[in-house]
C-alpha cells in the first residue's frame, strides 16, 4: 500500500478558516486530517502540499518514520503553520492505519484507559454584556447538560487592544465569585485571561478566587520564563494552566521539567498531530502533571483529540464547543464524536472514528487543491 494523492477543502466561518487534508492511497484507502489555524490557511495548506510530495509513494502505515522525517527536512522551523501542516498529515496517516488494520486508532496505540472522555463548554457565554448576563448564560449551559464552563473576564481574542486597568481585577474576581454561586459547587468552572495580566495582577486575581475552587486559571500572563510561571503557581492553591501556543515538546520541556504549572495544554493542530500530542503527555505524566488539550477544532481534529484524551492516564477535561463547530458540520460528517451530556464517548469506529462525506465536503469548500504521487 503506498500514499498516492492529496486533497485539500478550505471552508470559510466568520471566525476562521477550516482546512481539512484527505491521503488516499493506491488502494483507495483515504484519510483525513485537519490543520485548522484561523486564517492562516494559504501558508498551512501549501505546508501540507510539500509535506505530501516528500512522503508520496511510500507506506502510509510507518507513521512515526514519517513524522520524524518531515520534521526533521521539512518542517524544521516549528513555526505555527509549519506545525499544523504535519499535523494534518500525522491524523491522515493515523486514519488510514486504522482503517488498514481494521481498528480505531487508540488500540493501535495500546488502548483506551478511559470510555469516556469529560469535556468543558466554550462559547456559551457569547455576547454576554453584564454579569446577571452571563449568570442566566450559565445556568441554560448548565440546564442544557453541561458540567464545566469556561468563560474570559479580561476578554477574549477579538479584544487585542484591550489593556487591564487597576479595578479590572477586582471586577474579574466579582464576576467569578458570582458564577460559582450561582451555578453551585458542583459544576466546574476554569477562565481564560488570554495573557491579559502582568505577574503581579495574575498573582492578585489567583489569590481573589482561590476560595472559588477553579478546576484551572489558564495563560494569565505572557510566557517569560518557567521560572516566572513557578512563582506564580507557588503563590495559589488553583491550578494554572498553560502551553495552547507552545509547537514541540522541547517547548514543553521547560515547563514541564520546571513543574512551573499543574495543567500543559497541547493542541493537536499546534503541536504537530497526535504523534507528538501523546510524547507530550507521557513527558508531563513523569512529573505528575495533567493534561487539558486545547480543542477549538473543527470534527477531525476533535475526533484526533478525543483519541489523546481517551489514551493518556493524565487527561483531566477536554474542550468543547457543543456540536456545531464548524457551523456547516452536520452536511458533510456522516459519522464522529458526538458531545453527549457532559462527555464524549470513545469511538469503536475505524481509524480516528469521523466519516467525512468528501463531495460534500468539496461542495462547501471554497478553495481545494489535488496532488497526485
Given amino acids: 500500500m503506498k500514499i498516492a494523492e492529496l486533497r485539500t477543502y478550505v471552508l470559510a466561518d466568520a471566525n476562521k478558516h477550516y482546512l481539512y487534508a484527505a491521503i488516499q492511497t493506491d488502494r483507495g484507502i483515504v484519510g483525513f486530517g485537519e490543520a485548522t489555524l484561523d486564517h492562516r490557511w494559504p501558508s498551512v495548506a501549501a505546508g501540507i502540499e510539500e509535506g505530501f510530495r516528500a512522503i508520496a509513494g511510500q507506506d502510509p502505515t510507518t507513521v512515526a518514520k514519517h513524522w520524524a522525517l518531515l520534521k526533521d527536512k521539512v518542517y524544521w522551523g516549528e513555526g505555527a503553520s509549519s506545525m499544523a501542516a504535519l499535523a494534518a498529515i500525522d491524523q491522515a496517516l493515523w486514519d488510514i492505519t486504522g482503517k488498514a488494520y481494521g481498528l480505531p486508532v487508540h488500540k493501535l496505540l495500546g488502548g483506551a484507559v478511559r470510555d469516556r472522555v469529560g469535556v468543558y463548554l466554550n462559547q456559551w457565554w457569547a455576547g454576554y454584556r453584564s454579569t446577571q448576563d452571563l449568570i442566566r448564560k450559565a445556568q441554560d449551559a448548565v440546564s442544557r447538560g453541561a458540567s464545566a464552563l469556561k468563560w474570559y473576564p479580561f476578554g477574549t481574542a477579538d479584544q487585542l487592544q484591550y489593556r487591564v486597568r487597576q479595578h479590572d481585577v477586582p471586577k474579574a474576581v466579582a464576576e467569578v465569585r458570582a458564577v460559582r454561586d450561582a451555578v453551585g459547587p458542583s459544576i466546574g468552572l476554569m477562565v481564560d485571561l ?8 495574575a498573582a492578585q486575581f489567583c489569590s481573589g478566587v482561590a476560595d472559588c475552587d477553579l478546576v484551572f486559571v489558564e495563560e494569565p500572563t505572557e510566557f517569560q520564563s518557567a521560572d516566572a510561571l513557578a512563582r506564580l503557581s507557588s503563590a495559589t492553591r488553583t491550578r494554572i494552566a498553560f502551553g495552547e501556543r507552545l509547537h514541540s515538546r522541547r517547548q ?5 521539567e520546571r513543574q512551573a504549572v499543574g495543567l500543559v495544554q497541547p ?28 480543542n477549538p477544532h473543527g470534527p477531525v481534529a476533535i475526533a484526533a483529540s478525543v483519541t489523546l484524551a481517551a489514551l493518556v492516564p493524565n487527561f483531566v477535561i477536554l474542550e468543547s464547543y457543543e456540536n456545531d463547530n464548524p457551523p456547516s458540520r452536520s452536511q458533510f460528517v456522516r459519522q464522529g464524536p458526538m458531545i453527549v451530556g457532559d462527555g464524549y464517548q470513545v469511538p469503536e469506529a475505524l481509524g480516528l472514528g469521523v466519516d467525512i462525506d468528501e463531495m460534500a465536503l468539496a461542495g462547501l469548500a471554497i478553495a481545494t487543491r489535488v496532488v497526485r504521487a
Fill in 194 to 201: 488570554w495573557r491579559r495580566l502582568d505577574w503581579a495582577s
Fill in 252 to 256: 514543553f520541556a521547560e515547563i514541564i
Fill in 267 to 294: 493542541s493537536i493542530i499546534r503541536v504537530g498531530g497526535l504523534t507528538e500530542a501523546i510524547k507530550i503527555a507521557n513527558a508531563a505524566e513523569t512529573y505528575n502533571i495533567g493534561v487539558v488539550p486545547h
